[in-house]
């Protein structure tokens, strides 16, 4: 056990250092990445582990897998949903993540705002756009967002923090940076017209083989699963 948990501690170290170092590349400061540990694998001492390593950001996918470790660890991290979010589970996930990150149609929209006022309460979102336009992706198409957006502003419980994308999995670093520069970019122009208290800042983009050049592109979040978790 104690092993496992100097490794896993190490792994933090690394991480962290690699954060920082992607963040002096890019002339920005380390506190404007927050880093998530995507616990969705990983076993519930393993979750307990990272976060009592000082990680207070964890992404789960389903809420299946999570509800034990939600019950153990209760509010005290920040639990952030990364998966696909079926309408039919909007029930089991509001209330207790903190951020969706995968906002992708109305129907989904139109749960969750029925949810929220059911319980009196405001989600916190992310849309999904799927950039690289690849069929396996969720995610609306860049130029579906406007109006998405639009729609969206009639949704009285729902507070979009901002965008989330992925990059094709072992895509040439070319590709990888032009998808998560337009998400940067897509931001900013939503942004244009946005009043100050609505406006968008986060970015989630970035995993464990990319999330380097996720950061230099701007990335507010990324997601590390097997380089942090990793047995």
């Not at 920082?20 to 979750?47: F, H, N, P, W």
């Not at 939600?70 to 991290?77: A, I, K, T, V």
């Not at 609505?198 to 380089?227: N, Q």
Request: aromatic share 6%; proline share 2%.
């Amino acid at each position: 056990m104690q092993q496992a948990e100097v490794t896993l501690a190490e792994r933090k170290r690394q991480m962290e250092q690699r954060i920082a170092d992607a963040c002096e590349r890019a002339g920005r400061e380390r506190d404007e990445v927050c880093m998530i540990a995507v616990t969705k694998y990983s076993s519930l001492q393993a979750t307990i582990d990272i976060f009592e390593l000082g990680v207070g950001d964890l992404g789960e996918s389903r809420w299946q897998e999570a509800k034990v470790k939600w019950e153990s660890l209760g509010q005290r991290p920040r639990w952030h949903f990364i998966g696909h979010l079926q309408t039919n589970k909007v029930k089991d996930v509001i209330g207790k993540f903190d951020l969706i990150h995968s906002l992708d149609r109305l129907s989904l929209a139109d749960e969750l705002q029925r949810k929220a006022e059911q319980l009196d309460l405001f989600v916190d979102c992310l849309v999904q756009v799927n950039i690289s336009g690849e069929e396996s992706k969720y995610g609306l198409d860049p130029q579906e967002i406007v109006d998405f957006f639009e729609t969206l502003s009639t949704y009285s419980r729902i507070n979009v923090r901002g965008l989330m994308t992925m990059a094709p999995y072992e895509a040439p670093e070319a590709e990888v940076r032009r998808i998560f520069r337009e998400l940067r970019r897509l931001r900013d122009a939503l942004n244009v017209n946005r009043a100050p208290d609505k406006r968008l800042y986060e970015l989630s983009m970035g995993m464990s083989d990319d999330f380097e050049i996720a950061i230099e592109e701007g990335a507010t979040m990324v997601r590390l699963g097997s380089a942090l978790m990793a047995d």
